[in-house]
Every structure is written in structure tokens, then in C-alpha cells.
């Protein structure tokens, strides 16, 4: 079983950074083997993706809407995914989830491809 467990937010002024970390544990499968993901989710919508990275090859995809602004990484000694978030806008507002997959890369994977999910840490940007 895996568990991924997210830290880093909280709530800061327009214009901060935060860094969103992602703490991977389990047996079976390496981390370098999995896809990691970031999603978001606001109140009445569905989780959008905002980054992914893949598990050795460096392969990367960001949402339009942060891109220039949020850097994905992963430390695979560390077991750990990261998101660097910079210019915060108070539109990034929302609950951020971390999320693993086996089966898919990083451009092609959508929310029905990843397996595993952590519990979510809110990011609030104020104005």
C-alpha cells in the first residue's frame, strides 16, 4: 500500500511563494517508477492538475495557468515530490493533493489515471 502525505501550506499574501512537499511511502514499487502529480480543488469544482513530473526521465507538464510561476520537482532518495510555488494569485486559492501513478506519464496522465492520493493541504491567498 502507498500513502502520500502533502505539508506546506497555509495562508499568505498575493505575491508569496510556498513550497508544497510530498512525502511517499509504501512497499512494491519504487518512487522513481511512479508519476507524481499536483492537483487543486476549490469548493463545487473538480480537482484540476496544475503539475506533474515523471519518475526518472525528467519529463514535466504544468498547467498553463502556472506556468513561469510553479516548479515541479521530486527527490527520489528522499521519497519526496515538491511543488515551489511563486507569485502566488489569490485565484491558486484552493486544497492542494498530491497524487502517484504507475501507469501513465506525466503529459498524458489525467485525475482517472492516478492511483494513489494524499489528504490535501490548503493554500489561501489573500489580496
Known amino acids: 500500500q502507498v500513502q502520500l502525505v502533502e505539508s506546506g501550506g497555509g495562508l499568505v499574501q498575493a505575491g508569496a511563494s510556498l513550497r508544497l512537499s510530498c512525502v511517499f511511502s509504501g512497499r512494491g514499487r519504487a518512487f522513481s517508477s511512479y508519476t507524481m502529480g499536483w492537483f487543486r480543488q476549490t469548493p463545487g469544482k473538480g480537482r484540476e492538475v496544475v503539475a506533474a513530473i515523471s519518475g526518472t526521465r525528467g519529463l514535466l507538464y504544468y498547467d498553463d495557468s502556472v506556468k513561469g510561476r510553479f516548479t515541479i520537482s521530486r527527490d527520489n532518495d528522499k521519497n519526496t515530490a515538491y511543488l515551489q510555488m511563486n507569485s502566488l494569485k489569490p485565484e491558486d486559492t484552493a486544497v492542494y493533493y498530491c497524487?502517484?501513478?504507475?501507469?501513465?506519464?506525466?503529459?498524458?496522465?489525467?485525475?482517472?489515471?492516478?492511483?494513489?492520493w494524499g489528504q490535501g493541504t490548503q493554500v489561501t491567498v489573500s489580496s
Open positions: 497524487a502517484a501513478t504507475w501507469r501513465v506519464g506525466p503529459r498524458r496522465a489525467g485525475v482517472g489515471d492516478y492511483d494513489y
